[in-house]
């Protein structure tokens, strides 16, 4: 897939949530816990972070987060919380083509923040190889989950 055929279809899949409405979320059960996620193909994970911002939806980093997980560290800060289980893994993709391969990899550049970038920098760069992000390293950067609520019954008054 190229540039611009993943740009696209993530602008389609954009403008098809942009009439999500959400208020019309639950208002339980609101909330995404990760525990042992080894991720997947990006394409889908960027289709599922679009969602959750629209509808606000709580990720409860609470365990492994690796691969195409990691998007999800893009999210808003006010939308993530995290507990002393977390840990992100993070390599560059694979299984497509090398194009495809490197176009996911810019797109999930392009989404995490620049702690996200500091780390990977200080530890050589995405590698085919698994480096693994402590829970010390991003919880100077994520609130811990203690007390939180879902995004949704927060934005109720």
């Given at each position: 897939m190229t540039i611009s055929k993943f740009s696209l279809t993530l602008t389609a899949v954009a403008l098809s949530l942009s009439?999500?409405?959400?208020?019309?979320?639950?208002?339980?059960?609101?909330?995404?816990v990760i525990r042992y996620d080894r991720g997947g193909y990006v394409i889908d994970y960027a289709i599922d972070m679009l969602k959750m911002e629209k509808s606000r939806r709580l990720v409860k980093f609470a365990g492994r987060c690796d691969s195409a997980c990691t998007i999800y560290l893009g999210l808003n800060k006010a939308q993530t919380c995290i507990t002393t289980a977390a840990k992100f893994g993070f390599h560059l993709p694979f299984g497509s083509d090398r194009r495809g391969n490197q176009v996911a990899a810019n797109f999930m550049m392009k989404k995490y923040p620049k702690w996200v970038h500091k780390w990977l920098?200080?530890?050589?760069?995405?590698?085919?190889?698994?480096?693994?992000?402590?829970?010390?390293?991003?919880?100077?950067?994520?609130?811990?989950?203690?007390?939180?609520?879902n995004m949704t019954q927060q934005a109720s008054f």
């Amino acid at each position: 897939m190229t540039i611009s055929k993943f740009s696209l279809t993530l602008t389609a899949v954009a403008l098809s949530l942009s009439a999500f409405n959400a208020n019309a979320v639950p208002r339980t059960g609101n909330e995404h816990v990760i525990r042992y996620d080894r991720g997947g193909y990006v394409i889908d994970y960027a289709i599922d972070m679009l969602k959750m911002e629209k509808s606000r939806r709580l990720v409860k980093f609470a365990g492994r987060c690796d691969s195409a997980c990691t998007i999800y560290l893009g999210l808003n800060k006010a939308q993530t919380c995290i507990t002393t289980a977390a840990k992100f893994g993070f390599h560059l993709p694979f299984g497509s083509d090398r194009r495809g391969n490197q176009v996911a990899a810019n797109f999930m550049m392009k989404k995490y923040p620049k702690w996200v970038h500091k780390w990977l920098e200080a530890n050589g760069g995405l590698s085919s190889k698994l480096k693994v992000m402590p829970y010390s390293y991003a919880s100077q950067y994520i609130k811990p989950c203690e007390g939180r609520t879902n995004m949704t019954q927060q934005a109720s008054f």
